[in-house]
């Protein structure tokens, strides 16, 4: 972003009130989808805008669970073509990106009288070792598996295998999609609603949007508008007369130090209480549980939280497979919760769905113009993209420019190795940054080279985070930008003053402003990150009723 001339947010929005010409597609939705269809839309040839109605990633594609993997779930359910799809996809991300998804090491466990078997699992494992090209798994005995997770219960305890799939850090990954859309053309906006979707006469769509910082409202001319808003496709869908269609299932994590519970690689067991599937990973210097999967009854206008039921969930399971470490709530750093939709047919309801056994993969409508993607993977989005803009090509008046399995995430334009920093940190920057890594570097002052405490993150990426990624709120530089509310206690209140020093000055803030600022992320932090008895505001949660790894 920092490699383009940048212009204040002020002045984008009066350039969409000056506009006198229509956008090809307009986006409606800031998280892994949307940005997708903005950055192949944008490489496509096509004028395109994208607008958020909170921040970028802000709904769950910054609360996934980090997972880039092809799911063997949808393996065991017989859907080999997801399956695949997404083993290919996860394949094409680790080449193109790495520093930003990187492979893990996953490890399941057999035990006596307990299903799936070794024998079965291993069928499973070569079907999708054969989708991704390559053998990447391995059977372990008991003690090798005690070796790779210390501490794993014992009794009962046959062997495990071991495989790989990936990680990445979800709302980093958005960002840098969005960073490349907006270098290949596209604009980009957060903090703007959708409010209102008509069609006039000449077959254009006439968007009505709100800023929610001032709730000034702005009237947009396109072709086409792609709803990209995950589980709130349903709120412009009924618009032009649709039935709803999405039903929001909420997924909770635990965040607990690596010391109270360290593993290096991802266990990958079912729950004691339902025989669902539930992972145990290292992420960002933490140890995260999760997740659950059941169903969001509250308003989707707040943001989702953990259960009281959800904690105790994800805290029994894993004190029964590590019954040596004794995990409470006291051990829990932070939380959070993210909600996906799962999506019926025309015919179905989607109330009468059964969460843990619905079908996870994406789908596409096109209602005149109005085509909405909703559904799918993290792993996944491109596929989903190139969908929706075959769908687009029905409305623009231009030839669509596209290249047949054309990278997502491009080579840098150049190459830059610093002294300044070991390999494996500007690996993980370039990853993060892409071609904005080399002005990461160039602003780093002396004082900004180390991590933030209790983090992977470094000083100098808050201070470039803060200057040029569009924060309009400290929860976006935080929890989004950074990961920072995430993995320390408190959100890091015991760092207050030291990252007002290093940001508040970049942020153009007063004092007052800051500190109303860090009143917001705070309650935000209590309320949504925090464990149920610490929210300062009246939540209204529903009870733990289905609970299961994506």
Not at 140 to 147: A, G, R, V, W
Request: net charge negative.
């Amino acid at each position: 972003m920092a490699g383009n001339k940048e212009v204040s947010r002020q002045d984008k929005i009066s350039g969409l009130k000056n506009r006198d010409k229509p956008w090809d597609v307009v986006v409606v939705g800031g998280g892994i989808t949307g940005a997708g269809v903005a950055l192949l839309a944008a490489r496509a040839g096509l004028d395109v805008l994208l607008l958020e109605q909170r921040d970028y990633a802000w709904g769950t594609s910054s609360r996934s669970s980090k997972m880039v993997h092809g799911g063997l779930r949808y393996l065991s359910q017989g859907d080999f073509r997801l399956t695949r799809e997404s083993v290919v996809e996860r394949e094409r991300m680790l080449r193109e990106a790495p520093g930003l998804v990187e492979p893990m090491n996953y490890l399941f466990p057999f035990r006596e009288k307990q299903f799936p078997t070794r024998r079965i699992f291993s069928i499973l494992m070569n079907v999708y070792g054969y989708f991704a090209g390559k053998r990447d798994h391995r059977q372990l005995d008991k003690e090798q598996t005690l070796i790779a997770l210390p501490g794993l219960r014992e009794d009962g305890l046959l062997g495990s295998t071991q495989y790989v799939d990936a990680l990445t850090n979800d709302s980093r990954l958005v960002l840098r999609l969005l960073a490349e859309a907006r270098r290949s053309g596209a604009k980009t906006l957060n903090y703007i609603a959708a409010k209102s979707i008509e069609t006039d006469r000449n077959q254009l769509k006439q968007l009505c949007v709100e800023d929610q910082e001032t709730s000034e409202t702005i009237t947009i001319t396109s072709k086409t508008v792609v709803n990209a808003t995950g589980v709130w496709a349903d709120k412009l869908r009924q618009q032009v007369g649709q039935a709803k269609r999405i039903r929001p299932l909420r997924g909770s994590h635990v965040v607990v130090p690596s010391w109270r519970l360290p593993v290096h690689q991802c266990l990958t067991y079912l729950h004691p209480q339902d025989k669902r599937g539930v992972f145990i990973y290292p992420w960002q210097g933490r140890t995260v549980i999760g997740t659950t999967d059941l169903d969001h009854k509250a308003d989707l206008k707040t943001e989702a939280a953990i259960t009281q039921q959800e904690v105790e969930y994800l805290l029994d399971g894993a004190n029964k497979n590590f019954p040596g470490a004794k995990l409470s709530e006291d051990d829990v750093v932070a939380t959070w919760s993210g909600i996906r939709p799962i999506v019926g047919d025309e015919k179905t309801n989607p109330e009468d769905l059964h969460p843990s056994k619905a079908k996870r993969d994406h789908v596409v409508w096109d209602d005149d113009g109005l085509i909405t993607a909703t559904g799918g993977k993290l792993t996944t989005f491109r596929v989903m993209a190139e969908e929706v803009l075959e769908h687009c090509s029905t409305y623009v008046d231009k030839p669509i420019t596209t290249q047949v399995n054309a990278a997502v995430f491009r080579e840098l334009s150049h190459k830059l190795e610093t002294s300044q920093l070991p390999p494996d940190e500007q690996r993980r920057l370039q990853g993060y940054y892409g071609d904005d890594f080399s002005s990461v570097i160039a602003e780093m002052e002396a004082g900004e080279k180390t991590h933030i405490p209790g983090t992977y993150c470094l000083w100098a990426e808050l201070a470039w985070a803060a200057q040029h990624e569009e924060v309009v709120h400290l929860d976006d530089l935080l929890l989004r930008r950074t990961r920072i509310g995430l993995v320390l206690e408190q959100g890091g209140a015991a760092l207050a003053c030291a990252i007002e020093v290093a940001v508040r000055n970049k942020l153009g803030w007063s004092t007052e402003k800051w500190d109303a600022e860090w009143l917001r992320y705070t309650q935000i932090w209590q309320d949504h990150y925090s464990l149920p008895q610490n929210r300062q505001s009246p939540h209204q949660t529903p009870e733990l009723e289905e609970a299961s790894a994506e």
